[in-house]
Each structure stands twice: as C-alpha cells, then as structure tokens.
Nanobody, 125 residues
C-alpha cells in the first residue's frame, strides 16, 4: 500500500506557472505507475498526464506542450510542472498510483489503486 500527499497548488494569473508535488510513502514508490488527474466543479475527473515506473510519459492533448510530468524515485516524489496556465486549468489536481502493470501508461481513473487528497489550482484571467 502507498500513501500519497499532493502539494504546490495555489492561485496564479493566466500565463503563470506552478509545480505540483506528490509525496509517496509506504511500499516502494518506484514499483508504481503514476498519474495526474484533475476535476473542475460540476465535471468528471479527467486525465492530465501519466508516467511509467521507468519514466515513460504521456500527456493529454489539452496540456501537451505546457505541462510536464516527472518523477524522482530516490525522493519518492511525483511532479507536475505546469506552465502557460489558462483559466480552464482551474481544478483540484490529484495524483494516483497503479500497482499491477507499472511498465505501461494508464489514462483511466479506474485503473488506479491509490489516490491523494488533491490540491486546488486556481488560474485567474
């Protein structure tokens, strides 16, 4: 089992940047595939980016070229660098861990086993 805690959210103006972190504790972090998702008010949780245990990445079209997912297995931490933020990026951002098939990318919420509590990102226009 793994526990996940997100941090780094906040209020930022459009065009600004934030870096989200997700600290993991418990079972070996490097054995999980990881992902970032977000949920805006009144909307379903949606995929943002994912990374395999070995560092392969995939980003949703809506954030490609602006967001970058990465991980530091030595620090048990997942990151999401967010640049050129837009008001439509406003949401609660969640990190998630997938334990069964860590060598592939996972984009569906139903594939993930563990979730953090979320961190709020608000982008003002």
């Amino acid at each position: 089992q793994v526990q996940l805690v997100e941090s780094g959210g906040g209020l930022v103006q459009a065009g600004g940047s934030l870096r989200l972190s997700c600290a993991a504790s418990g079972r070996t972090f490097s054995s999980y595939a990881m992902g970032w998702f977000r949920q805006a008010p009144g909307k379903e949780r949606e995929f943002v980016a994912a990374i395999t245990w070995s560092g392969g990445t995939y980003h949703a079209d809506s954030v490609k070229g602006r967001f970058t997912i990465s991980r530091d297995n030595a620090k048990n931490t997942l990151y999401l660098q967010m640049n050129s933020l837009k008001p439509e990026d406003t949401a609660v951002y969640y990190c998630a861990a997938e334990a069964s098939v860590p060598q592939v990318i996972h984009t569906d919420t139903r594939e993930y086993d563990y979730w953090g509590q979320g961190t709020q990102v608000t982008v003002s226009s």
